[in-house]
Nanobody, 120 residues
Framework: QVQLVESGGGLVQAGGSLRLSCAAS????????MGWYRQVPGSQRELVAG???????NYADSVKGRFTISRDSVKNTVYLQMNSLKPEDTAVYYC?????WGPGLRYERWGQGTQVTVSS
């Protein structure tokens, strides 16, 4: 079974930076996409950024130009570099991964979530 382990959340002042990491592990699997969603209490989870196997990326309009997603395919790890953070970026950030494992079975996995708090 594929498992995701996140790290890198925390408290930062507005204008500061944080870097989130998410490592996938667990047997024989092929990652198609990895990325990050975020969620604040009372709201739906929203896509922040995603990256596909070929390197194509997509971002929420609210983070374009400030956040950068990257991926280390050897380490099966995805990173989210968050710069110029704003108080409205405060949320729990969840890593996700979609792909196939074992005999070609599709999977979708989520990390445990990491809190990002941006103070004004």
């Amino acid at each position: 079974q594929v498992q995701l382990v996140e790290s890198g959340g925390g408290l930062v002042q507005a204008g500061g930076s944080l870097r989130l990491s998410c490592a996938a592990s667990g047997g024989s699997f092929t990652i198609n996409t990895m990325g990050w969603y975020r969620q604040v209490p009372g709201s739906q989870r929203e896509l922040v950024a995603g990256i596909a196997t070929g390197g194509s990326t997509n971002y929420a309009d609210s983070v374009k130009g400030r956040f950068t997603i990257s991926r280390d395919s050897v380490k099966n790890t995805v990173y989210l570099q968050m710069n110029s953070l704003k108080p409205e970026d405060t949320a729990v950030y969840y890593c996700y991964s979609r792909g196939t494992w074992g005999p070609g079975l599709r999977y979708e996995r989520w990390g445990q979530g990491t809190q990002v708090t941006v103070s004004s």
